[in-house]
């Protein structure tokens, strides 16, 4: 157990410092998730779950040049999580929606490939009542059987 005196979180790991103010300090590096912290501890009372996660480094003097240059470039942020959220929702659906776009294109034309390939396969092209001809209109244009398979051939 460890009273805690300062916390610094650098990326993801949590730095502690014991004893702020004095030389010769610990200063303890551990990942946040290994982190135990129970309701019977007191303020400023931790633990670790998992004590191989732990990095203990011992500081021999205290360096106030180090700590006010990084207290210095140290950012403080409150992001509008609801806006964030509002735009990624956003974009998702923008993306959803072009998908769809795109996959009603492809079948579109796949649905309009169908049809002229059974067009294409179709007799409906061949059986136009113009280019037909009949006994009737055979015997209209006064033409014997035999004159007609002379044509043909």
């Known amino acids: 157990m460890f009273s805690l005196f300062r916390v ?4 993801k790991y949590v730095l502690l410092c014991v ?3 004095l ?7 551990t990942p946040w998730f290994n982190l135990r912290k129970t309701q019977s501890m007191d303020v400023g009372q931790v633990g ?5 996660l732990v990095r203990t480094v011992r500081v021999e003097t205290r360096k106030n040049e180090i700590v006010n240059r990084l207290n210095k470039t140290k950012t403080e942020q409150t992001p509008d999580l609801k806006a964030e959220r509002e735009a990624y929702n956003a974009a998702e659906r923008n993306e959803r929606k072009a998908h ?21 396969r179709s007799y409906t092209r061949l059986m136009v009542q ?9 015997a ?5 059987l035999a004159e007609l398979e002379e044509d043909f051939m």
């Open 48 to 52: 670790f779950h998992n004590p191989k």
């Open 100 to 120: 769809m776009k795109e996959k009603k294109r492809r079948e579109e034309i796949e649905r309009l490939e169908k049809e002229k390939q059974a067009e294409i």
């Open 19 to 21: 004893g702020n103010k």
């Open 140 to 144: 209209a244009k006064g033409k014997t």
């Open 130 to 138: 113009e280019k037909m001809t009949s006994n009737k209109d055979i």
């Open 23 to 29: 030389n010769n300090l610990d200063v303890v590096y």
């Open 8 to 11: 610094n979180v650098l990326g």
